[in-house]
């Protein structure tokens, strides 16, 4: 398998501008998360998915981002309108329900930079 | 509110030397503790986990060493090489490992 595939790799922006990252999950995953890391934060969970259904978006930090997983091969992060604070690296991670590795898988990331 | 605290921030440690990080988390119903490795421009990935029925879990040169009562968890690594030089992240989740709250990481650096 690929692993976790994440689009784009770089993002640089301007503020106000529309953003969307993309993920496609580990074939036959269950579940898909999106967290945010940076310097002063660390990794922290956004939202996560079961089946392609929102389960927990409690850590999405304003109504500037959405989260969406129309079928379970792919979901989207949108950043409208971007600002400077939201530069990071955005991971997508997936795992199964009850896989013999009790863990979540991390794609590669992606960096976004938003002047 | 951080419910996973994570020490030290950051740390060199001779090749062949003991590399040690703490973590203290704060709710109990926490009952899953994995600890990721992350090299630069990757993602995080497992390293070990431990659940609190046992105290300690031995994988290679990497051991999680558990306090219940203390509600500490640490992760020793034997006989470090420069290659285990990454950031370190320690985790607790509750239920399972669907969500987990990570700590702020630990950089290691070995040194020859």
């Known amino acids: 398998d690929a692993g976790v595939i994440q689009s784009p790799r770089h993002e640089v922006t301007e503020m106000g501008q529309e953003v969307t990252l993309r993920c496609k999950p580990i074939?036959?995953?269950?579940?898909l998360f999106w967290y945010r890391q940076t310097m002063m934060r660390g990794l922290e969970l956004l939202i996560y998915?079961?089946?392609?259904?929102?389960?927990?978006d409690s850590g999405m930090p304003e109504d500037r981002f959405s989260a969406k997983m129309p079928n379970a091969s792919f979901s989207t992060l949108k950043i409208q309108p971007s600002e400077p604070r939201d530069s990071a690296v955005y991971f997508c991670?997936?795992?199964?329900?009850?896989?013999?590795?009790?863990?979540?898988?991390f794609g590669p990331g992606t960096r976004l930079l938003v002047l | 509110q951080q419910q996973v605290k994570q020490s030290p921030q950051s740390l060199i440690v001779q090749k062949g030397g003991i590399s040690i990080i703490n973590c203290a988390y704060e709710?109990?119903?926490?009952?899953?503790f994995p600890w990721y490795q992350q090299f630069p421009g990757k993602g995080p990935a497992l390293l070990i986990a431990?659940?609190?029925?046992?105290s300690e879990k031995k994988e290679g040169r990497f051991t999680i060493s558990f306090n219940k009562s203390a509600k500490q968890f640490s992760l020793h690594i034997m006989d470090s090489q420069p290659g285990d030089s990454a950031t370190y992240f320690c985790?607790?989740?509750?239920?399972?490992?669907?969500?987990?709250?990570f700590g702020t990481g630990t950089k290691l650096q070995v040194i020859p």
């Open positions: 431990i659940r609190p029925d046992v």
């Open positions: 074939s036959g995953h269950d579940y």
């Open positions: 985790a607790a989740g509750r239920g399972g490992y669907q969500k987990v709250t």
């Open positions: 709710n109990t119903a926490f009952d899953y």
């Open positions: 991670a997936s795992s199964e329900k009850d896989g013999t590795q009790e863990t979540q898988y």
């Open positions: 998915f079961n089946n392609n259904v929102p389960i927990d």
